[in-house]
């Protein structure tokens, strides 16, 4: 059964830092990792999705990498701003189900 | 265009009453998601239908729950004899097409079982 870990849980930086969250999944045999941002109440938004075959994916101040082999994916996020401040989840799926398997998220607090 | 909408936004239901949570996928999306979020966790698969097909049901967590979705298009999610441990946000989620594409979610219903 694949399980899908998040370190750290909570996270709370100065406004303008560089940061990484991390996301590791047990079951190397995944076919897509997503990145969400979840605002308190609200639903999922998709930030990245990276395929098995790709090594990692840019948008704007947020580059994620995926290394499959050792079952690891991180998201980096650049100059961070206090509108960042969410929780973000990671999640895989296999090709065969599409069903996501999600960690349980890093709540990122970014104070101005 | 339109995203996923989900109906209602928040529900409270007495604990035994039946609860109906409707989703709207965007158009043309043909596969729906049904995942159930505890308070602090991240979402749990529930279901998933490709068209009007169930293809996957395997996280429902009784048979109180089921799902439909006869048109292929807006999806049902229904609670029997609702109890505390239900309550919840319910998220649906769309996609164009299998596992090579992104889920797309609603802003998801959140069920209180009081």
């Known amino acids: 059964k694949q399980e899908v870990t998040q370190i750290p849980a909570a996270l709370s930086v100065p406004e303008g830092e560089n940061l990484v969250l991390n996301c590791s999944f047990t079951?190397?045999?995944?076919?897509?990792l997503q990145w969400f941002r979840q605002d308190p109440g609200k639903g999922l938004t998709s930030l990245l999705l990276?395929?098995?075959?790709?090594r990692e994916q840019t948008s704007g101040r947020l580059n994620a990498s995926l290394d499959k082999s050792s079952g690891r994916s991180t998201l980096y996020i650049a100059a961070s701003q206090p509108g960042d401040s969410a929780t973000y989840l990671c999640?895989?799926?296999?090709?065969?189900?599409?069903?996501?398997?999600f960690g349980e998220g890093t709540q990122l607090t970014v104070n101005p | 265009g339109a995203g996923v909408s989900q109906s209602p936004r928040y529900k409270v239901a007495k604990r035994g009453q039946d609860v109906a949570l409707r989703c709207d996928p965007i158009s043309g999306h043909v596969s729906l998601f049904w995942y159930q979020q505890a308070l602090g966790q991240g979402p749990e698969f529930l279901t998933y239908?490709?068209?009007?097909?169930?293809?996957?049901k395997s996280g429902l967590p009784s048979d109180r729950f089921f799902a439909e979705r006869p048109e292929g298009s807006v999806s049902t999610l229904k609670i029997q004899r609702t109890q505390q441990e239900d309550s919840a946000v319910y998220l649906c989620a769309s996609t164009l097409g299998g596992g090579g594409y992104e889920q797309y979610f609603g802003p998801g219903t959140r069920l209180t079982v009081t």
């Open positions: 999640a895989v799926n296999r090709a065969s189900g599409s069903r996501l398997t």
């Open positions: 079951d190397s045999a995944i076919y897509n």
């Open positions: 239908f490709q068209n009007e097909a169930q293809l996957d």
């Open positions: 990276i395929q098995s075959s790709q």
